[in-house]
């Protein structure tokens, strides 16, 4: 259910297409060379509605302030842009859709869209390595995408940065998170892989946009 977007946080949930539909795009993502990139393989685009379409908008370096993010604050951070294949799926545009609805914000707002896979390469691989934060956005939503072979991987809710999380849910296939980043923090515990002879990840898109 959608609520209005004074509400602090509200979940949601992408159809089973969308999901089916995007899961093999997580395939293609690169290794980086930023602090966390061994472990957290990303793409990251600015996208925009025009009419029916989604359109990525030119390439732009990404960076947060260590005032959000003491892990890699303050660090010109270069992703590879998300593949033209999945910026023109259904399954991105109707995630695009739920969250500007979600947000009330216009159709032709800009969104910046996180395609994030973290592998667990060790016992308790981090999600979040800069712990509990904010993300310094209007708008934020988190949606699981897939999860192969892990525990862990919870996503956390917090009133208070040092308070106890008001709420842990593990995000399955297709499961969005909308909260507002203002007044909430939140995180995610670390994965370690239940058989380590096979692959182990979390996939998740994370969307974020300014007023």
């Known amino acids: 259910m959608i609520t209005h977007a004074n509400s602090l946080l509200q979940l949601n949930h992408l159809s089973d297409n969308a999901v089916v539909e995007l899961i093999p795009s997580f395939f293609h993502l690169p290794h980086t060379d930023h602090a966390d990139g061994a472990y957290r393989l990303r793409r990251y685009s600015m996208v925009q509605l025009c009419g029916e379409r989604l359109l990525a908008l030119p390439e732009s370096d990404f960076v947060q302030s260590t005032d959000v993010n003491h892990f890699q604050g303050d660090v010109v951070r270069h992703f590879e842009p998300l593949e033209p294949e999945t910026v023109a799926s259904d399954g991105l545009k109707e995630m695009c859709e739920l969250f500007l609805e979600a947000h009330e914000l216009a159709r032709d707002h800009v969104i910046e869209v996180h395609q994030i896979r973290i592998v667990a390469i060790n016992e308790h691989t981090p999600v979040a390595p800069e712990g509990v934060h904010q993300d310094g956005f209007d708008h934020i939503a988190v949606i699981g995408i897939h999860r192969h ?62 007023d």
Not at 167 to 188: F, K, R, S
Not at 202 to 207: A, G, H, K, Q, R
């Open 149 to 210: 072979n892990i525990e862990g991987g919870d996503f956390m809710v917090f009133r208070e940065r040092n308070a106890q999380p008001i709420m842990a849910l593990t995000l399955q296939d297709g499961d969005v998170a909308i909260l507002d980043d203002h007044q909430l923090w939140h995180y995610a515990t670390p994965i370690t892989a239940c058989d380590e002879r096979e692959p182990a990840y979390m996939d998740v898109f994370v969307l974020t946009a300014k």
